[in-house]
């Protein structure tokens, strides 16, 4: 006895599904060699990320003497941003095939009468903002910031030698 999803239905719903499983099994693969690069100021700094946007060069060209240090800052935070909305890019791109296989599943309320889809429920996430933070985000406020002088528990006092006294570095070893 056929069910309301049975094989009479969907006749090549396992095959659909194995196809898509192995699909998506062959882009993981092929996305872990995806790169983003972008170059600013002229080319003065370049930056490449990996598929999940980690920096893994970094590069200042000719003339990246010119640029002052707050200048120079930007210029590697903006390449980098670049960068990695170029990897997200081509991560797009090479997932396209994937989302038009998908699209050609049934969906659950094709297969469960009376069910929400649940694809147009999912909520969209907000992208995080790739401005600066506030020093206050960084650090606490005023008073939650410790001194900046570093402290150490659980330490060991020694006397410091007289530079004249013999040591290993002394002529007669």
């Known amino acids: 006895m056929a069910g309301p999803f049975g094989p009479d239905k969907y006749p090549d719903l396992m095959e659909d599904i194995q196809s898509t499983l192995e699909t998506i099994a062959r882009l993981q693969r092929e996305r872990t060699t995806l790169h983003g690069r972008a170059s600013v100021r002229r080319g003065r700094v370049t930056a490449v990320v990996n598929a999940d946007s980690v920096l893994v060069d970094l590069k200042f060209g000719r003339g990246v003497e010119d640029l002052e240090y707050p200048e120079l800052a930007r210029a590697v935070i903006e390449a980098v941003q670049q960068a990695c909305a170029d990897v997200a ?54 008073g939650d910031q410790p001194d900046r002088e570093m402290t150490f528990d659980n330490v060991e006092m020694v006397d410091k030698r007289k530079t004249r006294e013999p040591g290993v570095t002394d002529s007669g070893w």
Do not use: C, N, W
């Open 89 to 142: 890019q081509k991560s797009k791109q090479l997932m396209a095939p994937l989302d038009e296989q998908r699209s050609r599943l049934p969906k659950l309320s094709d297969l469960v009468p009376g069910m929400p889809d649940v694809r147009d429920r999912l909520p969209q996430p907000e992208p995080a903002p790739v401005t600066k933070p506030a020093t206050q985000e960084i650090y606490g406020e005023e």
